[in-house]
Each structure stands twice: as structure tokens, then as C-alpha cells.
């Protein structure tokens, strides 16, 4: 089958790269990336491992409130606040 792409500049200058890195047709390597991607596209989503965090105790809170920065900082530093 003949079509026409427009392919986008940086598109476009990846294919030439790769065409005379591996010594294909302009026609063989556009083949090969549609494949690939077609592929790639109509598989089914792999599932991913579950992550999960293990839960720390940090202590007691040091600080009144967290909405007051001054205080916040001011305890960070060592500081007598108020």
C-alpha cells in the first residue's frame, strides 16, 4: 500500500538516524516502528507489582501547630517562641 505521512521534524530526523545506523530502507525501518508500536499499543497493560510503604512511628508531635511557621521555625531552631 502507497501513503503519504507527514512526520514531524525530530520524528523525521530519528528515522534518518536510525536508517544509516542500521543500513534499512526508509520503507523497511518506517515498517518496523509501526509494528513495533502497533504492538505495543493494542497489548494489554502489564500489571505492575503492588508497592507498599511500611508504616514508622515518628514519636509525639514537638510542635503546637503546624499552621504557625514562626513557631514551627522558631522550635526547629532551638529557639524560646513567644
Given at each position: 500500500?502507497?501513503?503519504?505521512?507527514s512526520l514531524d521534524?525530530?520524528?523525521?530526523?530519528?528515522?534518518?538516524?536510525?536508517?544509516r545506523e542500521?543500513?534499512?530502507s526508509?520503507?523497511?525501518?518506517?515498517?518496523e516502528?509501526?509494528?513495533?508500536?502497533?504492538?505495543?499499543?493494542t497489548?494489554?497493560?502489564?500489571?505492575?507489582?503492588r508497592?507498599?510503604?511500611?508504616a514508622?512511628?515518628?514519636?509525639?508531635?514537638r510542635?503546637?501547630?503546624?499552621?504557625?511557621?514562626?513557631?514551627?521555625?522558631?522550635?526547629?531552631?532551638?529557639e524560646?517562641?513567644r
Amino acid at each position: 500500500m502507497r501513503t503519504t505521512l507527514s512526520l514531524d521534524d525530530d520524528v523525521a530526523a530519528e528515522i534518518e538516524r536510525l536508517r544509516r545506523e542500521r543500513q534499512l530502507s526508509y520503507k523497511e525501518l518506517v515498517n518496523e516502528a509501526l509494528r513495533l508500536g502497533l504492538r505495543q499499543v493494542t497489548a494489554p497493560p502489564r500489571r505492575r507489582a503492588r508497592f507498599q510503604t511500611a508504616a514508622v512511628d515518628l514519636g509525639a508531635v514537638r510542635v503546637g501547630s503546624l499552621d504557625d511557621v514562626a513557631e514551627a521555625l522558631a522550635l526547629a531552631e532551638g529557639e524560646p517562641f513567644r
